[in-house]
């Protein structure tokens, strides 16, 4: 199965401040890649499709980037809501897999 | 409003059965594939499988192949996550989710768009 890293495992970064998160695959995922955010006691949230597409209802200072096995979730102007647990998945081979989160908090 | 909502938390014992589901409204219910994933604190997030309801195609991850069951009633517009003899390491939040793509082939390779709260299942002598 395909393994997804992700790098930090922590993110500490004050409010205002751009933060930037890694997504490796162990191969190619080509662009079948997603991002979600998670805070506590609550489910998954879709932000990021395709790579670089944003989900409905997502603010344009959130991005996505990436290709094959290298991928980048950017946030720009931290704000409060954006402390939270984020994980990449792959959807192109059986099964599809999660990464092990990268968590964003104060600094 | 696309909605998914889940069944309550269970407390079961080891070798118990046990069905949660999955009560999807708000959009067609066949024409989507809806899945389940497990998350414990020790693992995080884990794709369990998913089920088209239109036709109950249904893939598996492998780590969940034989250990669970996937099932949808189109007419209930629910999918049902099933245990015939549960295990303590079963203990986890469950999630429903829905594939954001709409129909059985292009909706395969899809991320989950919209997610139930989570039932919780204990699993505990």
């Known amino acids: 199965e395909i393994v997804m890293t992700q790098s930090p495992a922590t993110l500490s970064v004050s409010p205002g401040e751009g933060a930037t998160l890694s997504c490796r695959a162990s191969q190619s995922v080509n662009t079948n890649l997603a991002w979600y955010q998670q805070k506590p006691g609550q489910a998954p949230r879709l932000l990021i499709y395709g790579a670089s597409t944003r989900a409905t209802g997502i603010p344009a200072r959130v991005s996505g980037s990436g290709s094959g096995t290298e991928f980048t979730l950017t946030i720009s102007g931290l704000q409060s809501e954006d402390f939270a647990v984020y994980y990449c998945?792959?959807?192109?081979?059986?099964?599809?897999?999660f990464g092990q989160g990268t968590k964003v908090d104060f600094k | 409003e696309v909605q998914l909502v889940q069944s309550g938390a269970e407390l079961k014992k080891p070798g118990e059965s046990l069905s949660i589901s999955c009560k999807a409204s708000?959009?067609?219910?066949?024409?989507?594939?809806i899945g389940w994933v497990r998350q414990t604190p020790g693992k995080g997030l884990e794709w369990m499988g998913i089920?088209?309801?239109?036709?109950?195609?249904?893939r598996y991850s492998p780590s969940f192949q034989g250990q669970v069951k996937i099932s949808a009633d189109k007419s209930l517009t629910t999918a049902y996550l099933q245990w015939s003899s549960l295990r303590a390491s079963d203990s986890a939040i469950y999630y429903c989710a829905r594939h954001h793509g709409l129909g059985r082939s292009s909706g395969l390779y899809s991320s989950f768009d919209f997610w139930g709260q989570g039932t919780l299942v204990t699993v505990s002598s």
């Open positions: 998945q792959q959807y192109n081979d059986w099964p599809r897999t």
């Open positions: 089920i088209y309801p239109g036709d109950s195609d249904i």
């Open positions: 708000g959009y067609s219910f066949s024409g989507y594939w």
